[in-house]
């Protein structure tokens, strides 16, 4: 089925350690996306990307690294797990930027706690 | 204080009434979006609007520009209905089609 899948959907992960969430659309989507969201605020954009090759900071970016090498795929890389990095965790993709049709989907969420 | 403020923050309602979410936003927008958070996580978009109302099924979407201002409404509400309800905007200028901006929700749940 068409959509966004993220993997995996709950990690347990000790301070220090490093890991890779997934994410991938198969919509031939430009337009990528990681989020966070954490009790009591909205979501949060750590990074994103407007086509392959392409990737910039959003506004919570520190300790996240993030590379766009095919338009279907956009990993998070959590580079020394920190306990403030427990929360849950959305990739959305999107086709464009701009325009009132241009909606944007999201993954089911990925539930991180840092021990 | 956010760019975008949701009311109420919580919600409780009676199958059958009318609801009503509100949104207010402080910046120049191009679009506004809602959107819907199940209770195991998963958000699904439900409306975006750049102005005037839209309409699916049940549920309303309006937007008054000028005065910075949506509402989502919910005729003869549903225990399904039971969510997060999630209002984010898109900021006038931006040029990446990610990069919103998120109210905090509103925790809605209807009782039967």
């Known amino acids: 089925n068409a959509g966004v899948t993220q993997t995996p959907k709950f990690q347990v992960l000790k301070t220090g350690q490093s890991m890779t969430l997934q994410c991938a659309q198969d919509m031939n989507h430009e337009y990528m996306s990681w989020y966070r969201q954490d009790p009591g605020m909205g979501l949060r954009l750590i990074h994103y990307?407007?086509?392959?090759?392409?990737?910039d900071q959003g506004e919570v970016p520190n300790g996240y690294n993030v590379s766009r090498s095919t338009t279907e795929d956009f990993p998070l890389r959590l580079l020394s797990a920190a306990p403030s990095q427990t929360s849950v965790y959305f990739c959305?993709?999107?086709?464009?930027?701009?325009?009132?049709?241009?909606?944007?989907?999201f993954g089911e969420g990925s539930w991180l706690t840092v021990v | 204080k956010n760019e975008v403020e949701q009311s109420p923050q919580n919600l409780t309602a009676q199958e059958g009434e009318f609801i009503t979410i509100n949104c207010s936003y402080s910046v120049g927008i191009s679009a506004l979006h809602w959107l819907q958070q199940h209770p195991g996580g998963g958000i699904v978009s439900l409306f975006m609007?750049?102005?005037g109302k839209k309409k699916h099924g049940r549920l309303i979407a309006t937007i008054n520009i000028q005065e910075k201002h949506s509402s989502l409404h919910i005729t003869a509400s549903h225990p399904r209905d039971s969510a997060v309800y999630i209002c984010a905007v898109r900021v006038e200028g931006e040029t990446s089609g990610s990069r919103l901006t998120f109210g905090e929700g509103t925790q809605l749940t209807v009782n039967p």
């Open positions: 609007l750049s102005s």
């Open positions: 959305a993709s999107s086709y464009s930027w701009g325009g009132v049709g241009n909606t944007i989907y």
């Open positions: 990307s407007v086509g392959a090759g392409i990737t």
